[in-house]
């Protein structure tokens, strides 16, 4: 007699700690083993890209803030390198330079948080708590710059809002001086430690061409052996300036996604003291009136920055006809803008490409054949923000 | 692609496969675009995918609707070649009331949850596509909400003395200089 092949299905989610957020996934068991893994999204879904099309170009970078709401200026970074190319623009040296400081410790802090979460799943709850601390002061040091520990609204179309503040770079450098003895002892902690290693090692394995097919991006391509990095391979914002190195792993598997993100947040370091080292003077925004306001002295002198002034603020700015893609790397992967514009004040299609909508794609081929209990691992390893994948 | 005209090779190559199929090949600040008949589309992306081209990643695949104008609906499909270091833009047109186009599932696995999007939200539909359902609306939505005569709206809030006021009545829209209201 054959005996009957019996599965259950069970609901993860959407209100479940391990799921980052409002993800639910519909899985088929066999025992233990998942034969079919089934995300269901959407529960997020805010009609951003609709939005954007009703509002001004400036208008949309407080909205922009919100998708991927853990690397907020990594999505303004985007958008606005996206109206730039758009605009046929360039920024100052000084407003690129402080556009990669910030992104790098936002890189940083977004890791951070991928980091200790990944902890928590896993029972390390002391990690959430030490990673949570490193992350305060990095949002302290934004809160400084732009006023908002999140979701920040700091870069402009051709530059950035304002100029840093003087205590800025100290206290950069004395988060940065402290913090590779920290991640040394994060790393003393859990690469070594055996549990660590044998609820990652072999879990949730990408291959290669399956990244490569799925659209994968970020430190989950780079685990699974290909060295792609937007900052590399279509520098933006003056990274061919500096001096990095892009990790990459081999199995890709959650073991080798957890050493590239620890190495990921070496290499941000790198480029934050370099870039510190090297922060040139002169503007932060771009002089160019139809786009960004004029200063407030020649508002008292000029006529015409009066005039500027009230267009930009009664109307905004009025890219040319046609349509770009620009993207950023962002601490998940190629964040991307295509912006289609009419020649109006208004982008007539503003499309977000979102890389843990890609990512999480992937997620069912890397669970399948494998336990439910490491479902939370390849969960977090992915490091999807719920916010990026339904916009 | 830097610079700014289209990739000669390419053009010739693509030309030489897909002859009139290819609508048109321009570049835009750097951005290569091709437009290519959707009846041929998927096997563009094919051919594109192999040696010597090897644009093995769908990075993105959207879509935009250009109401009232003719043929409606543009599909935009964003490869990349990581080993290269290239990017090339592939369009295809459909009409308004014949909004569909073939899917690209076989081609790259990764189309798969694209093409859902773009069906959820402007209703294009993909032929062949496993599995062509909502993603991101709820499954008994009516309509599709990112085509432009999908009106944005807000929903009442019981504040008192709040009006609900629309994005767009905030900054109306001024059509760029030469072009009528």
């Given at each position: ?6 599965t ?20 088929e ?30 208008q ?6 919100r ?45 951070l ?49 304002a ?14 001086d ?6 040394d002892?994060y ?20 291959s ?23 900052r ?19 199995r890709?598997?959650?073991y ?19 870039a ?40 905004g ?21 295509y ?53 | ?8 090779l ?23 675009t ?10 563009a ?9 090897r644009?093995?990643m ?28 290239e ?24 189309a ?12 294009v ?57």
């Amino acid at each position: 007699m054959a005996l009957a092949r019996e599965t259950l299905t069970i609901n993860m989610g959407p209100q479940h700690p391990s799921t980052h957020g409002v993800l639910r996934l519909v899985l088929e068991l066999e025992g233990e083993v998942i034969v079919s893994c089934q995300p269901v999204i959407g529960y997020l879904h805010t009609g951003i890209e609709k939005e954007m099309e009703h509002r001004t170009y400036h208008q949309n970078i407080p909205l922009v803030d919100r998708i991927e709401y853990l690397s907020s200026y990594h999505e303004e970074l985007a958008y606005c390198t996206a109206v730039e190319k758009l605009l046929g623009l360039s920024v100052p040296k000084r407003a690129q330079y402080i556009r990669v400081i910030l992104c790098e410790l936002n890189r940083i802090a977004s890791h951070l948080v991928w980091l200790g979460t990944t902890g928590i799943d896993l029972n390390v709850s002391s990690l959430l708590m030490y990673c949570f601390r490193d992350r305060e002061r990095i949002l302290e040091l934004s809160e400084m710059v732009s006023g908002q520990r999140m979701m920040p609204g700091y870069f402009r179309i051709g530059g950035v809002a304002a100029d840093l503040p003087e205590e800025f770079a100290p206290a950069v450098r004395r988060f940065l001086d402290e913090f590779p003895r920290r991640l040394d002892e994060y790393e003393a902690m859990l690469t070594d430690n055996l549990i660590w290693r044998r609820r990652h090692e072999g879990v949730a394995v990408l291959s290669r061409e399956d990244a490569l097919r799925y659209g994968v991006t970020g430190p989950t391509l780079r685990a699974s052996g290909i060295a792609y990095d937007v900052r590399k391979a279509f520098p933006y914002s003056s990274y061919e300036d500096f001096e990095f190195d892009v990790p990459t792993g081999e199995r890709g598997d959650a073991y080798d996604r957890y050493r590239v993100r620890m190495e990921e947040m070496r290499q941000a370091r790198r480029i934050v003291l370099q870039a510190l080292d090297r922060l040139p003077d002169g503007p932060v925004i771009t002089d160019d009136r139809k786009v960004a306001l004029p200063p407030r002295h020649e508002l008292v002198r000029s006529m015409e920055a009066v005039i500027h002034q009230f267009k930009l603020v009664s109307e905004g700015i009025h890219p040319p006809k046609g349509e770009v893609y620009a993207a950023v790397e962002s601490p998940r992967g190629e964040k991307g803008y295509y912006i289609v514009s009419d020649g109006s004040n208004r982008p007539v299609r503003v499309r977000v490409r979102a890389p843990s909508f890609s990512n999480l794609q992937a997620l069912p081929s890397m669970v399948r054949g494998g336990m439910l209990a490491d479902v939370v691992v390849a969960i977090a390893s992915i490091d999807i923000v719920l916010g990026d994948v339904d916009r | 692609m830097s610079g700014s005209a289209f990739p000669t090779l390419l053009q010739a190559f693509l030309a030489d496969r897909f002859g009139e199929d290819v609508l048109e090949a321009h570049a835009f600040r750097g951005d290569a675009t091709v437009v290519v008949r959707r009846e041929r589309v998927v096997e563009a992306l094919r051919a594109l995918r192999e040696d010597p081209w090897r644009f093995e990643m769908l990075v993105d695949l959207t879509a935009w609707d250009r109401f009232p104008a003719e043929p409606r609906f543009e599909v935009v499909y964003h490869l990349l070649s990581p080993s290269r270091g290239e990017r090339l833009r592939v369009k295809t047109r459909a009409p308004g009331d014949d909004p569909t186009v073939p899917s690209a599932v076989a081609v790259f696995p990764g189309a798969n949850w694209f093409e859902r999007e773009v069906w959820d939200l402007f209703g294009v539909r993909f032929e062949g596509h496993p599995n062509l359902v909502r993603i991101l609306m709820p499954d008994d939505w009516e309509g599709h909400p990112l085509r432009r005569d999908y009106p944005l709206t807000e929903e009442p809030v019981e504040f008192r003395g709040h009006v609900p006021k629309v994005p767009s009545e905030i900054v109306p829209r001024v059509p760029p200089p030469g072009e009528g209201p």
